[in-house]
């Protein structure tokens, strides 16, 4: 049999330039594919978010406000402050706080409600019934209007209760002011018992702090000029406990 060299030539030509394109094709697909994990954006075409904005929320009494210490010395501020420092330059925190020295949760109730907030916060926290039993109004009424601000809390949340942290009351007993008066502390732990309880109930987190404020009889450094209120250094000692709460939420 003779051998047709000039198109055997042509032919071997071919196969060639086919396995050369096919390769081509694949490393050029291979590139494309590498450059993907490069894009910072995702499957869907969306860029991912920058410059995030979270909402707090602080309610409260003069533990809230923060009465005889600075402005940024209380601890809503700190505790933001705190937030700020854990996230990246393009995070920025805002607070919102509705308290004033005084407020029992019947004030309380109704200043949120007049204040009528979005519910669009990221994170709630509510300190309040102190002034309750200082001004010797009855138990029940702690106990029908706590359950209100927690719910208020939560729907100020967008609705979500691991966003909200309900702190404990501090013991002012263990101040110049209340002079170790046991009967004091006996009516704030009663409080603190019913919000505790009710928290754990509802899966809703609870801070205990009135440790800390029964140091200020030995220790003054927990307590404000007034003689009864914390002070900085102790609110700082409150945003200790309550900020592993809050990143926890805010991160995920």
């Not at 594919?33 to 991912?48: F, I, L, R």
Request: hydrophobic share 35%; proline share 5%; net charge negative.
């Amino acid at each position: 049999m003779k051998f047709n060299f000039p198109l055997l030539c042509i032919s071997l030509g071919f196969f060639l330039f086919l396995n050369c394109s096919a390769n081509s094709e694949i490393i050029i697909e291979e590139e494309v594919m590498d450059n993907k994990d490069d894009d910072p954006q995702d499957n869907q075409g969306n860029t991912p978010p920058k410059n995030i904005t979270f909402k707090l929320l602080a309610l409260g009494d003069s533990y809230t406000i923060g009465e005889s210490v600075c402005e940024t010395c209380r601890f809503p501020e700190q505790l933001k402050d705190s937030l700020r420092l854990k996230f990246d330059t393009d995070t920025t925190f805002t607070l919102k706080v509705i308290a004033r020295t005084g407020w029992t949760t019947t004030n309380l109730i109704n200043a949120i409600d007049a204040e009528n907030i979005n519910n669009d916060f990221d994170l709630v926290t509510l300190l309040i019934g102190v002034n309750n039993q200082f001004q010797k109004r009855p138990f029940s009424l702690y106990e029908n209007e706590f359950p209100q601000l927690v719910t208020t809390a939560i729907n100020k949340a967008k609705g979500d209760k691991k966003s909200v942290i309900v702190v404990s009351i501090p013991d002012y007993a263990f101040t110049p002011f209340g002079k170790g008066d046991s009967n004091i502390s006996n009516e704030i732990d009663r409080y603190n018992n019913f919000a505790k309880n009710y928290c754990n109930i509802n899966n809703i987190s609870f801070v205990n702090i009135t440790d800390i404020t029964r140091a200020g009889l030995i220790n003054p450094n927990f307590v404000a000029s007034d003689g009864l209120h914390p002070s900085e250094f102790a609110y700082t000692k409150f945003v200790e406990r309550i900020l592993p709460l809050a990143l926890n939420e805010l991160k995920n």
